[in-house]
């Protein structure tokens, strides 16, 4: 069973227009816009591509939102399909999108401000070493939150409001979320990099070696022998098993990337101390991933034992994300784009989840072999920042195409490009996102100048 086999909900009926569903008016308030069609907000030459973005809009985005709910005092934001909860990874993509229409700043101001309610409510139950986590699904109907999820998930929410903040300029949603998302930062290196190397590792206080797991890409070969153990100076008597002993190179390269959207964020509100707070930790990180998780060999970062610091002889999914944090030096990143034109990475829909070689690869296996739209994303976007614009446009084409092809889906198989999971997931909006950022060569999509006069 995966971390998200739970609740069935059926989605928000169709939706045309912003605006024609009377839960989607209450949803953003009395501010919000009028009646907007997507096709007034972007545009494209391919009608193909823009019946494919409208689906995406329809389904991947406004089909997400919800009004309060249980523990959800505020908007919130679901994943689809049967996750029926506001998760961090999911729920970054949707706001991306959602930011892009007008008088929707308080509806994005709900959705996050459900995480700093939650902290508040963990933080009166918890001794002070566990304060200020963000749990990585906030669900509804949980009556028992403080034992399930006792996990948290990628740490990205920093870049998901910085991408927010990129469209609609809200400060108003900085001021209320920074103190509150730098404290979450600053739990995540206390129970995360308990070695203090500046390496990310996974873990629950379940002490479930699995819900440590799910705190990154769930069934990752990286962590097949990942182990729980006690906190390796801490001697509480209420210490548990709870610390992974394998620092994944995913969730550190993903937390540097927060910790660089969080020093911009706090330079727009004109903090420089909390600044240079995070700039320490982004050179100290860097550092120990340039350090002790690059190979060469394997042309990417790999990740490694938390005591002894010994490589993990697999490259994942998780390899990659550096790309994007800005971890890589440029003969690093060239050496990563070589790798990545290999038959190790080079399944007709790319980008695998792991080396293909590897003998647990399959093609449909989750996390194990196949194709995320997400990650794709973040890879080719990475890619194109360091220069290899070709091969991020041929990683963004292949994507898109096989959206065109079998439509919006959780995940791929990575030979076929048969959906896998959940259809129009929220996260795959990020299909789109590849050709609203540029990444693609062959599909685009741009929002619509205003008419003069």
Same mark, same amino acid.
């Given at each position: 069973?995966?971390?998200?086999?739970?609740?069935?909900?059926?989605?928000?009926?169709?939706?045309?227009?912003?605006?024609?569903?009377?839960?989607?008016?209450?949803?953003?308030?009395?501010?919000?816009?009028?009646?907007?069609?997507?096709?007034?907000?972007?545009?494209?030459?391919?009608?193909?591509?823009?019946?494919?973005?409208?689906?995406?809009?329809?389904?991947?985005?406004?089909?997400?939102?919800?009004?309060?709910?249980?523990?959800?005092?505020?908007?919130?934001?679901?994943?689809?399909?049967?996750?029926?909860?506001?998760?961090?990874?999911?729920?970054?993509?949707?706001?991306?999108?959602?930011?892009?229409?007008?008088?929707?700043?308080?509806?994005?101001?709900?959705?996050?401000?459900?995480?700093?309610?939650?902290?508040?409510?963990?933080?009166?139950?918890?001794?002070?070493?566990?304060?200020?986590?963000?749990?990585?699904?906030?669900?509804?109907?949980?009556?028992?939150?403080?034992?399930?999820?006792?996990?948290?998930?990628?740490?990205?929410?920093?870049?998901?409001?910085?991408?927010?903040?990129?469209?609609?300029?809200?400060?108003?949603?900085?001021?209320?979320?920074?103190?509150?998302?730098?404290?979450?930062?600053?739990?995540?290196?206390?129970?995360?990099?308990?070695?203090?190397?500046?390496?990310?590792?996974?873990?629950?206080?379940?002490?479930?070696?699995?819900?440590?797991?799910?705190?990154?890409?769930?069934?990752?070969?990286?962590?097949?022998?990942?182990?729980?153990?006690?906190?390796?100076?801490?001697?509480?008597?209420?210490?548990?098993?709870?610390?992974?002993?394998?620092?994944?190179?995913?969730?550190?390269?993903?937390?540097?990337?927060?910790?660089?959207?969080?020093?911009? &964020? $706090?330079?727009?509100?004109? %903090? *420089?101390?909390? !600044?240079?707070?995070? #700039?320490?930790?982004?050179?100290?990180?860097?550092? /120990?991933?340039?350090?002790?998780?690059?190979?060469?060999?394997?042309?990417?970062?790999?990740?490694?034992?938390?005591?002894?610091?010994?490589?993990?002889?697999?490259?994942?999914?998780?390899?990659?994300?550096?790309?994007?944090?800005?971890?890589?030096?440029?003969?690093?990143?060239?050496?990563?784009?070589?790798?990545?034109?290999?038959?190790?990475?080079?399944?007709?829909?790319?980008?695998?989840?792991?080396?293909?070689?590897?003998?647990?690869?399959?093609?449909?296996?989750?996390?194990?072999?196949?194709?995320?739209?997400?990650?794709?994303?973040?890879?080719?976007?990475?890619?194109?920042?360091?220069?290899?614009?070709? &091969? $991020?446009?041929?990683?963004? %084409? *292949?994507?898109? !195409?096989?959206?065109? #092809?079998?439509?919006?889906?959780?995940?791929?198989? /990575?030979?076929?490009?048969?959906?896998?999971?959940?259809?129009?997931?929220?996260?795959?909006?990020?299909?789109?996102?590849?050709?609203?950022?540029?990444?693609?060569?062959?599909?685009?999509?741009?929002?619509?100048?205003?008419?003069?006069?």
């Amino acid at each position: 069973m995966n971390r998200r086999t739970f609740l069935q909900t059926s989605l928000v009926g169709s939706l045309a227009v912003l605006g024609s569903s009377p839960l989607t008016t209450s949803l953003l308030g009395s501010e919000g816009p009028a009646l907007i069609d997507i096709r007034s907000l972007l545009e494209s030459e391919d009608p193909g591509v823009m019946r494919l973005v409208q689906d995406i809009f329809r389904e991947c985005v406004l089909g997400k939102l919800r009004p309060p709910e249980g523990t959800l005092k505020r908007q919130w934001i679901t994943a689809g399909g049967g996750f029926y909860g506001q998760w961090i990874w999911d729920t970054m993509f949707v706001l991306d999108w959602l930011a892009l229409l007008p008088g929707t700043q308080q509806s994005i101001r709900d959705v996050f401000q459900n995480y700093w309610d939650f902290q508040v409510r963990w933080n009166e139950r918890m001794p002070s070493y566990a304060r200020d986590m963000v749990p990585c699904m906030i669900e509804p109907k949980n009556t028992d939150w403080l034992k399930y999820p006792a996990y948290s998930q990628i740490p990205i929410l920093a870049w998901g409001m910085e991408r927010v903040y990129q469209r609609n300029h809200d400060k108003e949603l900085l001021k209320q979320g920074l103190p509150s998302l730098e404290r979450f930062h600053e739990w995540y290196w206390r129970e995360r990099d308990v070695s203090q190397v500046g390496l990310i590792a996974v873990g629950s206080y379940s002490g479930v070696v699995q819900h440590a797991r799910f705190e990154t890409f769930d069934y990752e070969c990286n962590l097949d022998s990942l182990q729980l153990t006690r906190h390796p100076t801490r001697k509480g008597a209420d210490e548990g098993a709870w610390y992974g002993d394998v620092c994944a190179a995913g969730n550190t390269a993903y937390l540097i990337m927060g910790e660089n959207s969080l020093v911009r &964020l $706090a330079e727009a509100v004109g %903090d *420089k101390a909390m !600044a240079a707070r995070r #700039k320490l930790r982004i050179k100290k990180a860097t550092a /120990a991933m340039r350090r002790y998780m690059w190979d060469e060999r394997a042309g990417t970062f790999l990740s490694v034992k938390r005591d002894s610091l010994e490589k993990i002889p697999v490259a994942t999914i998780g390899s990659w994300m550096a790309l994007m944090a800005g971890v890589p030096t440029k003969a690093m990143a060239r050496r990563m784009a070589e790798a990545l034109r290999t038959e190790h990475w080079t399944t007709p829909l790319p980008v695998p989840t792991v080396d293909r070689k590897d003998q647990r690869w399959k093609s449909d296996s989750y996390w194990r072999g196949d194709v995320w739209p997400a990650p794709n994303y973040q890879i080719a976007t990475g890619l194109a920042r360091y220069g290899h614009k070709d &091969l $991020a446009a041929d990683i963004a %084409d *292949k994507s898109i !195409a096989n959206a065109l #092809k079998n439509g919006v889906s959780e995940h791929y198989d /990575a030979v076929s490009g048969k959906p896998l999971g959940v259809t129009f997931l929220g996260m795959s909006c990020s299909i789109a996102t590849l050709m609203l950022d540029g990444l693609s060569r062959n599909y685009s999509i741009r929002v619509r100048r205003k008419q003069a006069g």
